[in-house]
């Protein structure tokens, strides 16, 4: 009997295939942490709903999108949003170290 030698190659790409028909059985997918799930109707078929997300993107949870491309849209935007507010956080405290008062600052004396 002859034994078949087994190429790495073979093997992941079984391991690929696996891993794509478990997707295609759950049918959800995840950006950025956020699970989106399709479940288009015939008038739209490409809606996604929002079944989980982290506390910063909370508010999305239980919206519905016409395509995940909209819900993906707003995703970015709740997290550049979330990057901006901890970057002016971190500004602001390089500022009172280097002895700079802030702009927006509303104890500032004026004479």
Do not use: C
């Not at 959800?28 to 109707?41: N, Q, Y």
């Not at 500022?95 to 927006?104: R, S, Y």
């Amino acid at each position: 009997m002859a034994t078949k030698k087994v190429t790495k190659r073979k093997t992941a790409t079984k391991a690929v295939t696996k891993k794509a028909k478990a997707i295609a059985k759950v049918k959800a997918f995840k950006h950025k942490r956020v699970t989106l799930e399709p479940i288009g109707t015939e008038s739209l078929p490409d809606m996604v709903f929002v079944a989980s997300a982290p506390a910063w993107a909370s508010e999305l949870v239980g919206k519905r999108y016409a395509n995940a491309g909209y819900a993906i849209a707003q995703i970015e935007a709740l997290d550049s949003e979330k990057v901006i507010a901890k970057g002016k956080k971190s500004v602001e405290k390089e500022m009172v170290a280097a002895g700079v008062t802030p702009l927006d600052n509303t104890n500032v004396e004026t004479e």
